[in-house]
Structure formats: C-alpha cells, structure tokens
T-cell receptor, first 116, second 113 residues
C-alpha cells in the first residue's frame, strides 16, 4: 500500500522558535498533500491543501504566515510553524494523494509538537 | 460551516459482540465517505470507504452503511476484538477531492475482554 512518512514523530521547541515538519510519500507521487491539526481529545481539522509547485490553499482561520507550507516536489511537503507559542502545541498530521486529489489520500503517522 | 457529527462519543462492548458506530453528516454535496481508526499517538488508519452511488459496502469484519436520505453513515464491526479499541472517525469530502476531508468528532470504542 501507499506509505506516507512524517518526520519528526515528535518535537519539543522553545517558544518563539520555528519548527519544520516533513511529509514524504515514499512509494508514490503526491500531487496533492493536506495538513491537519488535532488537539487532544478532538477531531482532525484541515489546515491547508498543498499542490505540488503551487501555493498552498489555507482554510479559514489558519494563518498562512504562521504556518508556512512548501510542496516543492512530488514526494515532499513541509509545514513550518513560525514563532511557535504554547498554543501551537498539537498533533500535526499530513495526508498525500496522487491523481490531483481525486484518489484516496494516505495519512502519515503524525508529529507531536510541544512548545515550551 | 457544514460538519460531520457523531451521535455517541463513547461505546463500550464485550469481546465478540458486534459494534455499531454512527455518524451524521450535513453536507448534501458529499459523495465520498471514509471511516478511520486512530490509536493513541498515531495517524488515522483507513478502514473502509463508500461512494455516494452505493448504500452498503463490506470489508473484512466491517460494513459501512450509507443513508443519503437522512445523511447518516454507520460502521459495523463484527466480532469486536480488544485490538479494535481506538477512536473511530467518519470523514466526508464535501463533494470536493477525495483527499480534502471533514472529520466527525470521533467515537471512543472500548472492547472489554
């Protein structure tokens, strides 16, 4: 099956610093990647949709200047949380889809971000 | 905005019982629905999906039922096992791409040996 890998699995950073999370499709080309955020005991909320070679499309209420998304290749998308604050602590999950989003998306294992 | 919701936040069953997890959705444009299982600290794991041109689909020990008239989705797990204990989410695509999903609130399934 299709494999999506996130790195790191968990990260602790100091308030005010930036942290980058990688999402890789290991055995297929992902034209579209999606980034979700999940707070404890809550559901997944879509943050943004990323198409390879294009600017990401952010959901309402998500700050594009704070959550920088880059999808420069068909196998890699990155999410950078800039000037992180404790309220940004969350579980960040990506999914990847081939076929321009008209095929099933496969999820990564998630990245636990803790900002101290 | 429109959302997907669940009737029951928790469900406790005995090992061997059948489990039914329900989900209501509100976006009539949705044409693709998925059930996911999420274990603690992990990403969602695909269980089964169904498209709007179907009302039932079966997998291994799982069945998904879709009632478009009342916008209701259910997941049935046969002979539930302790390893099935997890949070289960329904998700729908809002008529957009298959990957752009709106998730329901989740149901915690606990299976007692």
């Amino acid at each position: 099956g299709a494999v999506v890998s996130q790195h790191p699995s968990w990260v602790i950073c100091k308030s005010g610093t930036s942290v980058k999370i990688e999402c890789r499709s290991l055995d297929f080309q992902a034209t579209t990647m999606f980034w979700y955020r999940q707070f404890p005991k809550q559901s997944l909320m879509l943050m943004a949709t990323s198409n390879e070679g294009s600017k990401a499309t952010y959901e309402q209420g998500v700050e594009k200047d704070k959550f920088l998304i880059n999808h420069a290749s068909l196998t890699l998308s990155t999410l950078t949380v800039t000037s992180a604050h404790p309220e940004d602590s969350s579980f960040y999950i990506c999914s990847a889809s081939s076929g321009g989003g008209n095929t099933e998306a496969f999820f990564g294992q998630g990245t636990r971000l803790t900002v101290v | 905005g429109e959302s997907v919701g669940l009737h029951l936040p928790t469900l406790s069953v005995q090992e061997g019982d059948n489990s039914i997890i329900n989900c209501a959705y509100s976006n009539s444009a949705s044409d693709y629905f998925i059930w996911y299982k999420q274990e603690s600290g992990k990403g969602p794991q695909f269980i089964i999906d169904i498209r709007s041109n179907m009302d039932k689909r079966q997998g291994q020990r799982v069945t998904v039922l879709l009632n478009k008239t009342v916008k209701h989705l259910s997941l049935q797990i046969a002979a539930t096992q302790p390893g099935d204990s997890a949070v289960y989410f329904c998700a729908e695509n809002g008529g957009t791409s298959y990957g752009k999903l709106t998730f329901g609130q989740g149901t915690i399934l606990t299976v007692h040996p």
